[in-house]
């Protein structure tokens, strides 16, 4: 099974377009779409979110996710895992990565980690 992906807000919703036009088998939403936490949701409770339905966030908030994450963890809680995007990098770049990252993943690979990317 590959990740699922929740892209946060500030990310651009044509990476979502252009991660499903690479591999339309992946499942990613994004806040603010039906079913996933509505547009300003607080960071720790789209970490809750995440946890609950075993996405994996995808974000560019380099500044605040990790403490944010640290506090969940701290509460006894756990992540599918936190993918941090570079936002200079192109989109067919990071969807790319994104697609590359969602199929040769293992169980629980990046469970309570921040990853950057490019992981290269």
Known sequence: ????????EHIPRILKTAIIRREP?????KVGD????????LDPEILNWCEHNDFVLVTNNRRSMPRHL????ALGRHVPGILT???????PAIAEELVL????SLENEHRDLIRYLPLA
């Open 25 to 29: 088998t992946l499942t990613v939403w």
């Open 85 to 91: 995007i570079n936002i200079d990098l192109s989109i």
């Open 101 to 104: 990252i969602a199929m040769a």
């Open 70 to 73: 640290a506090d969940h963890l």
């Open 34 to 41: 039906a079913g996933a936490p509505g547009l300003s949701t």
């Open 1 to 8: 099974m590959s990740l699922q992906y929740l892209l946060d």
